[in-house]
C-alpha cells in the first residue's frame, strides 16, 4: 500500500480514492517540490476533513468552505443585477436544500445560476461545495461546485404546506394553517431610500405549537383585522430567526387569509410549582384575582402602563404582570388563559412573579364574562423590576433589521432583495467608501434596535453594533471601533 493509499484510508471524507491522488499531485506541483507525496496527501486530507460536514446543521458562517450532500426543496426565480465597471449582468438563483438536520439557502451564480433553471428539480440530490456567510435568513452558502448524487438517499419531505414544528431556517413558499392566538397594532418605520414600511405580528398556534408570524407592508394590516380564535392560512411565507427563536414572515408576496378549518392548540405550560428565577416559559390556568391598571413614566418621558393578575393552575399560583396595551386586556376573575413566553423574575417579597412583555402571548381560551377572547397587541414594556425605571419602547418601533432597514421587502428592483438579492461582495456593488473588514470607523446615528446586536441609523444607512453598553431606544449614540463581518466591534459608545 502507498503512502498516499494509507493517508486515504484513515480520511473518513466522500472522496474518491482517484480525485484525492489527483488532489495530492496538484499539491506537490503547486509546493514546487517542497512536499512528497506523502506531506501532500496529509495536507489534502486536513483540508478536506476541514470542509466535510456532518449535516446542514453544522454550516456556520465562519467556515472556508464546506461540503455536504443535500435535497432540492425548492428552485426560485433566476435574479439580475448590475456589476461595477463591467458591462454584462450578473444573476443568481436562491435553491432551498435540505436534510435530515435541517435546511438551508443555496446561492448558484452566473454559470451556475443557467445550471439551476435548466436542470434543478425538486426532490434532486445534490453534492455541494460553497462558501457559507450570513445571510437575509440566516446562514447561506454561495455554491462554488455542485453535481447530482442519485445514489444517496436523504430523507425529506417535499411540501409547501407545514406544521409549526416542521419549519425550519431558511425555508421559503410555506403555507401553514393556525388558529390565531395573538394581535398585533401596525408599526411604521422609514426606510434608507425615504419609503415609509409597515410591520405587525400575529401568534398562531397548532397542534404541533405556535409562532410569530411578521406582517410586513401591504400584509401588516391584516393584523387590525384578525380576531383571536379565527383560523388562517399564511401563504408564501418565509422562516427567519430572531432572538434564538424561529418566525415565520409574510412579505408582500404572500398572503395571510381565513379559512374554514379545524385547529387545535393545546398549550404545553410549567406547573407554577416548578418555576424558578430567570426562565422563560409558558403558564396556563385560572384567573384568580386582578388588581387596576397603573400608568408610570420612563425615563426617556413616555408614559408605560401595566395591570397585574394572579393565576392559579393545580399547583400553585402567581402574580403577572401585563405591561403594555397587554394591561387593557379585558381579563377578569374565572378566565382561564394561556400565558406563552412570560418571563420569572424575584418579585415582592421574594415571591416569585411572572412578566408578561413584548415578546409574551396571552391567550384566553375560556370567558367567565363571554368577553372576546384573544390576544391583544405586544406590549412595548421589558421587565416587573424595571416598573419604576425607564423601560425600552423596543415593541412599538420595529428593530432595524426586521423593519427593513435595507428594503428588503419594499425595493423590488435592489440586489439585496430577500429570495434572490445579491450581496455587495458578490455582486461587485461595494461603494468606494463603504468600509471593509479592520478598517476603523467612527459611526453616529440614532438607535432603532437596542438589543444585541446594537443597530443605529444615521437617516442613509443603518450599522450593526456590537456593544455592552446600554442604549434606548431613539437615542442619538456615536459608536468607535473596527469593522468585522460587516459589524462594527465598538470600543467606544458615547
Known amino acids: 500500500m502507498s503512502d498516499i493509499e494509507g493517508v486515504y484510508e484513515d480520511l473518513e471524507a466522500d472522496i474518491s480514492l482517484e480525485e484525492f491522488r489527483e488532489a495530492v499531485e496538484d499539491k506537490v506541483e503547486q509546493m514546487g517540490g517542497l512536499a512528497d507525496e506523502e506531506t501532500a496527501a496529509m495536507l489534502i486530507a486536513h483540508e478536506v476533513g476541514e470542509s466535510e460536514v456532518g449535516g446542514i446543521a453544522d454550516i456556520e458562517p465562519g467556515m472556508e468552505e464546506a461540503k455536504f450532500v443535500a435535497?432540492?426543496?425548492?428552485?426560485?426565480?433566476?435574479?439580475?443585477?448590475?456589476?461595477?465597471?463591467?458591462?454584462?449582468?450578473?444573476?443568481?438563483?436562491?435553491?432551498?436544500?435540505?436534510?435530515?438536520t435541517g435546511s438551508v439557502r443555496a446561492a448558484f451564480w452566473d454559470e451556475h445560476a443557467d445550471a439551476a433553471i435548466d436542470e434543478l428539480e425538486e426532490g434532486q440530490v445534490l453534492r455541494i461545495k460553497g462558501r457559507p456567510k450570513d445571510g437575509f435568513s440566516g446562514v447561506e452558502v454561495s455554491v462554488d461546485e455542485v453535481e447530482p448524487d442519485p445514489d444517496t438517499e436523504i430523507d425529506v419531505q417535499i411540501s409547501d404546506t407545514y406544521t409549526v414544528e416542521n419549519l425550519s431556517l431558511g425555508l421559503s413558499n410555506v403555507n401553514l394553517v393556525g388558529l390565531v392566538l395573538d394581535t398585533d397594532t401596525v408599526r411604521t418605520f422609514d426606510r434608507d431610500d425615504g419609503s415609509e414600511g409597515k410591520v405587525s405580528n400575529l401568534v398562531l398556534g397548532d397542534s404541533t405549537g405556535r409562532v410569530r408570524v411578521t406582517l410586513w407592508d401591504d400584509q401588516a394590516d391584516l393584523a387590525t383585522e384578525l380576531e383571536a380564535d379565527e383560523t388562517v392560512e399564511v401563504v408564501d411565507g418565509y422562516v427567519r430567526e430572531r432572538d434564538g427563536s424561529l418566525e415565520l414572515h409574510v412579505g408582500n408576496r404572500g398572503a395571510v387569509e381565513t379559512v374554514d378549518a379545524d385547529i387545535e392548540y393545546v398549550p404545553e405550560s410549567t406547573p407554577i410549582e416548578n418555576l424558578e428565577i430567570g426562565q422563560t416559559v409558558d403558564l396556563a390556568g385560572v384567573v384568580r384575582s386582578t388588581d387596576p391598571k397603573r400608568t408610570f413614566d420612563r425615563d426617556d418621558g413616555s408614559e408605560g402602563q401595566v395591570k397585574n393578575v394572579r393565576v392559579q393552575d393545580a399547583t400553585g399560583d402567581i402574580r403577572v404582570a401585563l405591561w403594555g396595551e397587554k394591561a387593557d386586556l379585558d381579563i377578569g376573575p374565572g378566565d382561564e388563559v394561556a400565558l406563552g413566553d412570560v418571563e420569572i423574575q424575584d418579585g415582592w417579597q421574594d415571591d416569585l412573579e411572572a412578566s408578561a412583555g413584548w415578546q409574551s402571548t396571552i391567550t384566553i381560551l375560556e370567558s367567565e364574562s363571554d368577553s372576546a377572547g384573544g390576544a391583544s397587541a405586544a406590549g412595548d414594556e421589558s421587565s416587573t423590576s424595571d416598573e419604576n425605571a425607564g423601560l425600552s419602547a423596543f415593541a412599538g418601533d420595529a428593530a432595524a433589521d426586521d423593519a427593513g432597514a435595507t428594503g428588503d421587502e419594499s425595493a423590488a428592483d435592489s440586489a439585496e432583495e430577500e429570495n434572490g438579492r445579491a450581496t455587495a461582495d458578490e455582486a461587485g456593488a461595494t461603494d468606494a467608501g463603504e468600509p471593509s473588514d479592520g478598517d476603523e470607523l467612527e459611526f453616529t446615528g440614532v438607535v432603532v434596535q437596542a438589543g444585541s446586536p446594537v443597530v443605529l441609523d444615521d437617516g442613509e444607512t443603518t450599522m450593526s453594533v456590537e456593544t455592552e453598553a446600554d442604549v434606548g431606544l431613539g437615542e442619538e449614540v456615536t459608536a468607535r471601533g473596527v469593522v468585522r463581518e460587516g459589524r462594527l466591534d465598538a470600543n467606544d459608545v458615547f
Not at 72 to 93: A, K, P, Y
Request: aromatic share 4%; no cysteine; glycine share 10%.
Open 71 to 100: 435535497k432540492v426543496l425548492s428552485v426560485g426565480e433566476r435574479r439580475t443585477f448590475e456589476r461595477d465597471g463591467e458591462d454584462e449582468d450578473g444573476q443568481v438563483v436562491n435553491v432551498e436544500v435540505a436534510d435530515e
